[in-house]
C-alpha cells in the first residue's frame, strides 16, 4: 500500500502562483510513475500533469503546459506542481495519484492510490 498526502492549496488571484506537494509513504519502492489529477464540481476528473519515477520523464495536459511544472524530491518521497499564470479555469480539487504498473498516464484507471485531495481556487 502507498499513502498519499496533499497540501499547499488555497485562495489565489488570477495571474498569481501556487506550489502543491504530495508526499508518498508506505510501499513507495513499487511506484512507477506518480500525478496530479484534477475536479472541478460537476467535471470529471482530468490528467493534469505526470512524472515517471526511473527517469523524471514528465507528461502535461496541453491546457496547462508552459503554466505548470511537476518536479519530485526522491529523499523526501515528494511529488511538486509548481502552477503559475493560474487561472479561474484552474479552480478544482486536486489530487496527488501513484501508478505501479505504467499502463496508463491520461486515464485515472491507470492510478492505483490517490490522496484526499487539496482545494486550489483562483479569483477573477
Known amino acids: 500500500q502507498v499513502q498519499l498526502l496533499e497540501s499547499g492549496g488555497g485562495l489565489v488571484q488570477a495571474g498569481g502562483s501556487l506550489r502543491l506537494s504530495c508526499t508518498a509513504s508506505g510501499r513507495t519502492f513499487s511506484t512507477y510513475r506518480m500525478a496530479w489529477f484534477r475536479q472541478a464540481p460537476a467535471k470529471e476528473r482530468e490528467f493534469v500533469a505526470a512524472?515517471?519515477?526511473?527517469?523524471?520523464?514528465?507528461n502535461y495536459a496541453d491546457s496547462v503546459k508552459g503554466r505548470f511544472t511537476i518536479s519530485r524530491d526522491n529523499a523526501k518521497n515528494t511529488v511538486y506542481l509548481q502552477m503559475n499564470s493560474l487561472k479561474p479555469e484552474d479552480t478544482a480539487v486536486y489530487l496527488c495519484?501513484?501508478?505501479?504498473?505504467?499502463?496508463?498516464?491520461?486515464?485515472?484507471?491507470?492510478?492505483?492510490?490517490w490522496g484526499q485531495g487539496t482545494q486550489v481556487t483562483v479569483s477573477s
Open positions: 512524472i515517471r519515477w526511473t527517469d523524471y520523464y514528465t
Open positions: 495519484a501513484a501508478d505501479k504498473l505504467g499502463l496508463s498516464i491520461y486515464s485515472t484507471s491507470g492510478y492505483d492510490y
